[in-house]
């Protein structure tokens, strides 16, 4: 009998040890689910959107600082460009070192070869009592450009004041595109009520579509942008219908006082510069701007690796 | 005397018969529940990963749609998972991300959404990236490799 319960024993023993290493075989992977849990519950990697926001604002700031440097009218096309060109060497070192904090490494490339500018023109009129006549004030209805693109034209900012402009849309102030074949034109125009209202016209002005209005004693239009006083007007789309390149032309300039600004690419597009004074004056006049700025951006965290080319163009239609 | 009648041999094979016949019972359940466990945390663990690869396949495809030259996410997860080896692969036609262990039956099909081109790649599992192929090229693609 002495024999036969020892016997027993081994096999319980033999048994118990298997059984206990399984179970901690089990508690291991009990642990590796832990730390699965564990990974799961870590947050996702937000580089991606930080990625599309760092873009973001390069376009923008960079868009504001041409903004900028062509409203400070400088004399000559290589002046404005070296300040937009160094405006966007000294803004990177500064996005570099705050981005740099955060672990990221960004940069504009700024080789010759990663960075294309293109010389513009702003055409634009200061003086807030004068009518939207040309240089001479001899015409009403003239033109500011021809062989424009849709690429070729953009931050079209009308600024009127709304005592002096036409009751009705006929004979209204209007910006006039003309494709050959088709048109587009806006009016601008006092409603009534002291509103000032934007029409739509596809038919060179036998009918027209009002498309927006604002109460205000001074309204900004911005064409291009298809804003009115900051706000979206959905109507408001330049150039709609249009297939070719366009000439635009002021009409009925006599019907509207304000200021105005446009930046338009000169190296495709042609501006008529008998119209315009070519230095500041208090009439309308043009001085040399930068159109655009293309270049590429880098961004670099831990985990990913951005890099796009950029065009900054603000307010183009 | 209740073993009157009964050989001492009899005794001794039945009692042996009956504990073996109980300690298979429960090695065989022990084993059973191991091998359960095993393949539940495997793919649990590999569910995780699986999501990882698509939220930063989702970052890049969203990033590739911006017209990059380049784009690469890199995605942090365990070179085994529950012991085992796996891959990673991207499958196009079927949008999804398969993650295969070696040596087990378990696949795990993860389904995402893209705008951008997918190519049928493969990685072994561990930090994967997820690389744009000719940026811009006719041959625009999204696929993952090992980093």
């Known amino acids: 009998m002495a024999d036969v319960s020892r016997d027993r024993g081994q096999l319980i023993i033999l048994t118990g040890l298997i059984v206990a290493v399984t179970m901690v075989a089990l508690v291991l992977l009990l642990n590796t689910a832990i730390y699965t849990e564990n990974l799961a519950s870590r947050g996702a990697d937000q580089s991606g959107r930080e990625a599309m926001e760092y873009r973001t604002v390069v376009v923008d ?235 590429n951006i880098v961004f670099e965290s831990p985990s990913l690796t951005y890099e796009t080319p950029v065009r900054v163009a603000p307010g183009e239609p | 005397m209740s073993d009157r009648g009964v050989s001492i041999s009899v005794n001794y094979v039945l009692t042996l018969a009956i504990t073996t016949l109980l300690m298979t019972g429960l090695l065989f359940a022990t084993g059973n529940l191991v091998e359960d466990r095993r393949d539940s945390a495997t793919r649990s663990e590999l569910r995780v990963v699986g999501e990882r690869v698509a939220s930063s396949l989702m970052a890049a495809d969203r990033l590739a749609q911006s017209g990059p030259t380049s784009v690469v996410v890199d995605t942090d997860a365990p070179e085994r998972v529950a012991g085992l080896q796996y891959t990673v692969s991207l499958n196009a036609t079927n949008q999804q991300i398969v993650l295969e262990p070696a040596n087990t039956e378990v696949v795990v099909r993860i389904p995402f959404e893209n705008q951008t081109a997918i190519a049928d790649s493969s990685a072994s599992g561990g930090s994967v990236s997820l690389v744009l192929r000719d940026p811009g090229g006719p041959n625009e693609a999204l696929e993952v490799r090992s980093s």
């Open chain 1, 61 to 295: 700031d960079v868009g504001e600082l041409i903004d900028e440097e062509n409203a400070r009218e400088h004399g000559s096309y290589t002046d404005v460009r070296t300040n937009v060109e160094d405006g966007i060497e000294v803004y990177d070192n500064l996005t570099a070192k705050s981005y740099a904090t955060g672990g990221t490494i960004t940069y504009v490339n700024q080789s010759a070869s990663a960075m294309t500018v293109t010389r513009g023109k702003l055409v634009r009129q200061t003086n807030s009592s004068r009518r939207f006549r040309n240089e001479s004030e001899a015409l009403n209805d003239w033109r500011l450009a021809s062989g424009v693109n849709d690429d070729e034209i953009r931050d079209f900012r009308l600024t009127v004041n709304q005592g002096d402009l036409n009751s009705g849309d006929s004979f209204a102030f209007n910006v006039r595109l003309d494709d050959g074949s088709n048109t587009w034109q806006a009016y601008v125009y006092d409603k009534g009520g002291s509103e000032v209202a934007v029409s739509i016209s596809l038919d060179g002005g036998a009918s027209t579509t009002e498309v927006c209005s604002v109460s205000a004693p001074e309204a900004t239009v911005d064409l291009t942008r298809g804003t009115i006083e900051g706000e979206p007007c959905p109507g408001l789309d330049w150039a709609e219908g249009l297939t070719s390149d366009y000439t635009v032309e002021y009409r009925h300039g006599e019907n509207a006082t304000g200021t105005f600004n446009v930046t338009i690419d000169d190296t495709e597009a042609s501006i008529e510069s008998s119209n315009l004074d070519s230095t500041p004056s208090s009439a309308v006049y043009v001085v040399p701007a930068v159109y655009s700025a293309s270049f």
